[in-house]
């Protein structure tokens, strides 16, 4: 059973729902979510959501978090999320102003 560290996203979230990792869950292999980290680098708070999309649902793990803006508590990141991803799962994200907030995922891959 091979065990890779990998990060599954990185870079600015959406302003609308859209996939945020490079690709589905391959068949044979799990992921796990061990962290996230939102930064947000507006003068402004927004809102961030974060949500797993597995067989034809979305299901949210983060809705509508409000993150404070540059000055305050900007980034928040959430560790020992320990979420599993089956194949065919994608990771999508979301902020309410594009090119606002970052968003770092990282976890790991096992080979089954």
């Known amino acids: 059973?091979?065990?890779?560290?990998?990060?599954?996203a990185i870079g600015f979230l959406p302003?609308?729902?859209g996939y945020i990792d490079a690709d589905a869950v391959p068949s044979g292999k799990l992921r796990f979510i061990k962290a996230v980290t939102f930064c947000n680098i507006d003068t402004t708070a927004k809102k961030v959501s974060l949500v797993v999309y597995s067989g034809?649902?979305?299901y949210y793990l983060v809705k509508d978090y409000s993150l404070p803006a540059v000055g305050g508590e900007n980034t928040v990141t959430i560790p020992f999320m320990d979420q599993v991803l089956i194949a065919g799962d994608r990771i999508?994200?979301?902020c309410e102003t594009a090119s606002k907030v970052y968003v770092m995922i990282s976890g790991k891959e096992v080979t089954i």
């Open 1 to 8: 059973m091979a065990t890779d560290a990998k990060r599954f």
């Open 15 to 17: 302003d609308t729902l």
């Open 56 to 58: 034809s649902t979305d």
């Open 92 to 94: 999508k994200g979301y």
